[in-house]
């Protein structure tokens, strides 16, 4: 398998263009089948899990087709089967929203246990509860999630827990429902009002109303449309992150600050530089950085997948941080590896009176030895070593770390990384970096 050698201590300087987002392209992909005729997506990003996406479309009897840099042709028109391979399913998280789509179609679905990055339970009830409320009936067989319903019907469902991708599956099996459907605690990424301005364009009936409500009026068809896909906030927030840590000075082209509002506010807490224009944004490092504290919220909050890459900053500024995790229950795996590169970093458990109330998760699902939060004392003086990625951020966190570190690093496990990164490496050498693939 490839592997990452990185020598740090290289502040990056130049530019970076950002593809569309990771958290909305497959998903959009997946839309498209609930259309009678072709559509056409741009501003795609080349990683894997796109790649994935399409390769499952293509083993259903749709048609995938790239065309040019950064668009894809996706058409429906001759999909013949609602089994997807039980081989796909370890691959990605993403296999129950194919749900929706295959019941429009069939009225039957049949789809692996989705695999993806090991940071925590992803509470599936939270999805097939919403399916089981719109008319279908979900079971487990063999490793398999199968939904049947000849025809879904509208209804109110509330979210027990706030589920980013729990409101896309349901906005999907809503659309061709009959009749009104009404999500509350619905989930308020940009990425989701993308997905919902998409299938608009296809024909669907949607609209926010209420704060974190969602209607939507079923419709018998939809069609094939053209759509340019958002750019990746998550890729824009990495590319600061080491701008800012490696003491350089990085344009992200096409970045949109207000999807980055709450990360925005932190780096002028910690005094870290910014400037945002038409172009994009602009992140610069201007001298000493602060401590501050932060806490993982659902949208409009800080982001869960931006902290592990706010960490490595952190360990740069003066005085005590608290990381404060609220989304996921295992999102500290980084930082064992931080510490073996010199970093100042002490888990524990906060004390918190009202935890259901705070925690994002289930609080059945949490293990006994997760932790919840991290101290973070600085600035230290990184150090190279030899490392193994986990998941999709905890290999840009290493990487990041590199960066900053003194001496070459060893990161394995990059198809990871490859998943939701476009030419990473490449793009990091571009602005001075000294990074391989071996």
Known sequence: MPEFHVTGGIPLHGSVR????????YKLMIASLLADSESRLLNFSRISDVELVAKIIDYLGGKTKRAGERAIFIDPTGLNSFEIDPAHGEQGRFSTMFIPPLLARFGEARVPAPGGDKIGKRPLDRHFDGLKALGAKVTFENGMYVAKAKQLTGTTYRFSKNSHTGTE???MAAVKAKGITILENAALEPEIDDLIEYLNEMGARIRRRAYRVIEIEGVETLHGAIHKIIPDRNEAVSYACAAIATKGDVIIENARHEHM?????????IGAGFEVGNYGIRFFYKGPLRACDITTEIEPGFMTDWQPLIATVLTQCEGTSILHETIMPNRFQYVDELNKMGANIEKF???????????????????PSNMHAIKITGSTKL?????????????????????????????????HVDRGYEDLDERLKSMGAKILRK
């Not at 458990?349 to 293990?367: A, Q, S």
């Open 261 to 269: 509002n709450a990360f925005l506010k932190k780096l002028e807490e």
């Open 349 to 367: 458990n906060p004390k918190i009176d009202h935890p259901e109330e705070v925690y994002n998760f289930d609080l059945k699902d949490d293990e």
């Open 169 to 171: 599956t349901l906005i």
């Open 383 to 415: 150090r190279a070593g030899e490392f193994t990625v986990k998941d999709l951020r905890h290999g840009a966190t290493i990487i990041l770390a590199a960066m900053t570190a003194e001496g070459t690093s060893i990161v394995k496990g990059i198809e």
């Open 18 to 25: 950002i593809g569309g987002a990771k958290n909305a392209s």
